[in-house]
């Protein structure tokens, strides 16, 4: 490593005096794998995460030359830089643009960031490395370069298009202008980029601008006639078709223009010249959409009927399936015939009616994020998350040119292969569940002292306590008890990830259990009147009580937050079918934005009136309420009015699949 200049060292580069008992109780602290190196480059110390790291015991590592760690054609190189190092010693952050690399004792070479700290021990000096692990940033980074190759590539798509094409960020800046637009409009892509879309162009809409962005934020997509002014002074009306775009985070990113020229309609025209120009005019723009389509890594399916038949679908569609679905096929026909499998987190097989695209096309359900794992015809397991937005074109046709049935439902669904991101989840929920567990302990010592002071004082035993302390403890306790909760449910989300959370069905009295939960949380409250009916006779189910109790206790609890105004909470359990129990939970709360309602199932996932409500919460509820239900073979939705309320409904099998 280069030396030093003295002028540009700090404090910091001095070294750091550590007393060597405390050593393994400091490294045993980190996250990161840490190595302690004397001078000779002999490793003396070294953590449980460089244990895991490097696939090796302290016992193989301690005593052995650091450079064993290295790749091969680096080692001779690395002594010459290691005793350079040790001359003039200095911190090295994490960070500093430098490509290293780490062999494990297998021989396998991972990419690795590490940052170095001179301290002294028993008046020798040593260096502490601290070594992370950064494949998983490393693909991370080639998928950008990827995406970014993506997005040129489409550019040049959008340029041989002869429609109007621009690209705007959520601040309405232009940042893609098509050749199209040039010629519509008269100015060039350097003369439009970054201005503000609808005053360079002196937009007039059809109705407030407000309102379609509100439009665009909440359904995705808008179309309707705009007049644009051009470079020289002219107007011309458009037919514009607009789309929101939104990264992994739900986050948006842009909105997609796409602006065709109206020109006067002739009123003689005859309806089979017109009809037939709408079919040349749709197939172009399907020949180019396609070619747009073909570029994105996502598979995309456009889907028609209520058994879903294949309408178009992009090139990566058979890379998520495994195999070629033709169009006009329905899915439940493809899937069979194919053997491929949809299941969920835990590998078990999902009904056809749960799929997310059959109930976009069956009952209008937009999707956002839904996670399904599709198991392909070589058994490569693939998670995916599905978007789905039902459609209504006015008419369409078939890749052969056939007019199809535009009154039946169409969807338009997107499979994003997230095995990459799968695999980052991981890391990130091992490190919640392990800080999760690490927490338990002293948790419960906190606990516990705060309520013996309490009541040994209570008792008489020792000295009174003023009122301020004794509601200080009484604070603790209730800290600590929200902390507790909160570390059962991140414990319990590493469970489901890891496919780990069992299920232990006994025979329950559904309607019992739900009396039991409401009579326990109405002594919680007096500005809400929880309200049980149930049509269902006191019959058993089979289901693991304890986890559908944490259901009830999460959706009846949520009822009661998110209701501040007080109000009646109604409860209802009533028999679905033969073989299902349904039940809901009613409340006349602050509800859910329409534009987050696809969100709400998610992790760490809180609406935003809540947020300004400051009603506190994880945003871990509702999630391992979805999950726990369809653990069970039920399933969960709700139906929601912004400042009116939420009804949440939920139906469980009689039967438990796992009993």
Same mark, same amino acid.
């Given at each position: 490593?280069?030396?030093?200049?003295?002028?540009?060292?700090?404090?910091?580069?001095?070294?750091?005096?550590?007393?060597?008992?405390?050593?393994?109780?400091?490294?045993?602290?980190s996250?990161?794998?840490? $190595?302690?190196?004397?001078?000779? @480059?002999?490793?003396t110390?070294?953590?449980?995460?460089?244990?895991?790291?490097? +696939?090796?015991?302290a016992?193989?590592?301690?005593?052995?030359? /650091?450079?064993?760690?290295?790749?091969v054609?680096?080692?001779?190189?690395?002594?010459?830089?290691?005793?350079?190092?040790?001359?003039?010693?200095?911190?090295?952050?994490?960070?500093?643009?430098?490509?290293?690399?780490?062999?494990?004792?297998?021989?396998?070479?991972?990419?690795?960031?590490?940052?170095?700290?001179?301290?002294?021990l028993?008046?020798?000096?040593?260096?502490?490395?601290?070594?992370?692990?950064?494949?998983?940033?490393?693909?991370?980074?080639?998928?950008?370069?990827l995406?970014?190759?993506?997005?040129?590539?489409q550019?040049?798509?959008?340029?041989?298009?002869?429609?109007?094409?621009?690209?705007?960020?959520?601040? %309405?800046?232009?940042?893609?202008?098509?050749?199209?637009?040039?010629?519509?409009?008269?100015?060039?892509?350097?003369?439009?980029? +970054?201005?503000?879309?609808?005053?360079?162009?002196?937009?007039?809409?059809?109705?407030?601008?407000?309102?379609?962005?509100?439009?665009?934020?909440?359904?995705?997509?808008?179309?309707?006639?705009?007049?644009?002014?051009?470079?020289? @002074?002219?107007?011309? %009306?458009?037919?514009?078709?607009?789309?929101?775009?939104?990264?992994?985070?739900?986050?948006?990113?842009a909105? /997609?223009?796409?602006?065709?020229?109206?020109?006067?309609?002739?009123?003689?025209?005859?309806?089979?010249s017109?009809?037939?120009?709408?079919h040349?005019?749709?197939?172009?723009?399907?020949?180019?959409?396609?070619?747009?389509?073909?570029?994105?890594?996502?598979?995309?399916?456009?889907?028609?009927?209520?058994?879903?038949?294949?309408?178009?679908a992009?090139?990566?569609?058979?890379?998520?399936? !495994?195999?070629?679905?033709?169009?006009?096929?329905?899915?439940?026909?493809?899937?069979e015939? =194919?053997?491929?499998?949809?299941?969920?987190?835990?590998?078990?097989?999902?009904?056809?009616?749960?799929?997310?695209?059959?109930?976009?096309?069956?009952?209008?359900?937009?999707?956002?994020?839904?996670?399904?794992?599709?198991?392909q015809?070589?058994?490569?397991?693939?998670?995916?998350?599905?978007?789905?937005?039902?459609?209504?074109?006015?008419?369409?046709?078939?890749d052969? @040119?056939?007019e199809?049935?535009?009154?039946?439902?169409?969807?338009?669904?997107?499979?994003?292969?997230?095995?990459? $991101?799968?695999?980052?989840?991981?890391?990130?929920?091992?490190?919640?569940?392990?800080?999760?567990?690490?927490?338990?302990?002293?948790?419960?010592?906190?606990?516990?002292?705060?309520?013996?002071?309490?009541?040994?004082?209570?008792?008489?035993? @020792?000295?009174?306590?003023?009122?301020?302390q004794?509601?200080?403890?009484?604070?603790?306790?209730?800290?600590?008890d929200?902390?507790?909760?909160?570390?059962?449910?991140?414990? &319990?989300?590493?469970?489901l =990830?890891?496919?780990?959370?069992?299920?232990?069905?006994?025979?329950?009295?559904?309607?019992?259990?739900?009396?039991?939960?409401?009579?326990?949380?109405?002594?919680?409250?007096?500005?809400?009147?929880?309200?049980?009916?149930?049509?269902?006779?006191?019959?058993?189910?089979?289901?693991?009580?304890?986890?559908?109790?944490?259901?009830?206790?999460?959706?009846?609890?949520?009822?009661?937050?998110?209701?501040?105004?007080? !109000?009646?909470?109604?409860?209802?359990i009533?028999?679905?079918?033969?073989?299902?129990?349904?039940m809901?939970? %009613? &409340?006349?709360?602050?509800?859910?934005?329409?534009?987050?309602?696809?969100?709400?199932?998610?992790?760490?996932?809180?609406? &935003?009136?809540?947020?300004?409500?400051?009603?506190?919460?994880?945003?871990?509820?509702?999630?391992?309420?979805r999950?726990?239900?369809?653990?069970?073979?039920?399933?969960?939705w709700?139906?929601?009015?912004? !400042?009116?309320g939420?009804?949440?409904?939920?139906?469980?099998?009689?039967?438990?699949?796992?009993?």
């Amino acid at each position: 490593m280069p030396d030093m200049p003295h002028s540009a060292r700090s404090e910091r580069d001095d070294p750091l005096t550590l007393v060597p008992e405390l050593l393994p109780d400091l490294l045993a602290l980190s996250p990161d794998a840490l $190595l302690v190196v004397n001078q000779a @480059g002999t490793i003396t110390h070294l953590n449980h995460e460089a244990e895991r790291l490097f +696939g090796s015991s302290a016992g193989a590592l301690v005593g052995r030359p /650091l450079e064993m760690l290295l790749p091969v054609h680096f080692r001779e190189r690395h002594i010459a830089q290691r005793e350079a190092y040790g001359r003039a010693p200095h911190a090295r952050p994490m960070g500093a643009h430098l490509d290293l690399s780490a062999r494990r004792l297998n021989g396998t070479e991972i990419p690795v960031d590490i940052s170095l700290r001179p301290i002294m021990l028993e008046g020798q000096l040593h260096i502490i490395a601290s070594v992370r692990d950064i494949t998983a940033r490393r693909a991370a980074e080639r998928e950008r370069v990827l995406q970014t190759e993506r997005l040129r590539m489409q550019a040049g798509l959008l340029d041989l298009s002869q429609e109007a094409i621009l690209m705007r960020d959520p601040i %309405q800046r232009i940042l893609s202008w098509s050749r199209g637009a040039e010629q519509l409009y008269g100015w060039t892509a350097q003369e439009a980029l +970054g201005h503000i879309s609808h005053t360079f162009l002196r937009t007039r809409f059809p109705i407030n601008r407000l309102t379609i962005e509100a439009q665009l934020e909440r359904d995705g997509q808008w179309e309707g006639e705009l007049i644009h002014t051009r470079r020289d @002074g002219s107007t011309v %009306q458009v037919r514009s078709h607009q789309m929101l775009l939104r990264d992994e985070h739900q986050q948006i990113t842009a909105i /997609l223009e796409v602006n065709h020229p109206l020109g006067k309609p002739d009123q003689e025209a005859a309806t089979t010249s017109a009809n037939q120009q709408d079919h040349n005019g749709y197939a172009a723009h399907l020949a180019f959409f396609r070619q747009v389509l073909d570029t994105l890594p996502s598979g995309i399916h456009l889907v028609r009927g209520t058994d879903a038949r294949l309408v178009l679908a992009n090139r990566a569609s058979a890379e998520i399936w !495994g195999a070629r679905w033709q169009p006009g096929q329905p899915m439940q026909a493809f899937l069979e015939a =194919q053997g491929i499998r949809i299941v969920d987190a835990q590998g078990r097989m999902l009904a056809p009616d749960t799929w997310v695209t059959l109930r976009s096309v069956r009952q209008g359900e937009a999707s956002r994020s839904y996670q399904e794992h599709i198991v392909q015809p070589g058994g490569l397991h693939l998670p995916v998350l599905v978007y789905a937005l039902p459609v209504t074109p006015q008419v369409a046709w078939q890749d052969d @040119g056939t007019e199809i049935d535009a009154s039946e439902p169409f969807a338009l669904v997107l499979y994003q292969d997230v095995t990459s $991101l799968k695999e980052v989840e991981r890391l990130k929920d091992e490190f919640i569940g392990i800080a999760a567990h690490e927490l338990r302990a002293p948790l419960a010592v906190l606990k516990s002292a705060a309520s013996m002071l309490c009541v040994q004082t209570a008792r008489g035993h @020792g000295p009174q306590l003023a009122d301020w302390q004794q509601e200080t403890l009484q604070d603790i306790e209730q800290a600590t008890d929200r902390l507790s909760n909160l570390t059962e449910d991140l414990l &319990d989300v590493t469970r489901l =990830q890891a496919g780990k959370l069992a299920l232990h069905p006994c025979a329950t009295k559904i309607v019992a259990l739900v009396q039991r939960v409401v009579a326990t949380l109405q002594q919680t409250t007096t500005r809400h009147h929880l309200v049980v009916h149930a049509t269902l006779e006191q019959q058993e189910i089979m289901v693991d009580r304890e986890r559908i109790e944490q259901v009830l206790v999460n959706l009846v609890g949520n009822a009661i937050k998110y209701s501040p105004q007080g !109000g009646e909470i109604t409860i209802r359990i009533w028999e679905e079918t033969e073989k299902t129990v349904g039940m809901s939970v %009613q &409340d006349e709360g602050i509800g859910i934005p329409v534009y987050q309602q696809g969100l709400v199932f998610g992790r760490f996932m809180r609406a &935003d009136n809540a947020h300004t409500l400051s009603i506190h919460g994880t945003g871990l509820g509702l999630y391992l309420c979805r999950e726990l239900v369809e653990q069970h073979g039920g399933r969960i939705w709700f139906q929601s009015t912004e !400042g009116k309320g939420s009804t949440f409904f939920l139906t469980l099998p009689r039967q438990c699949p796992e009993a």
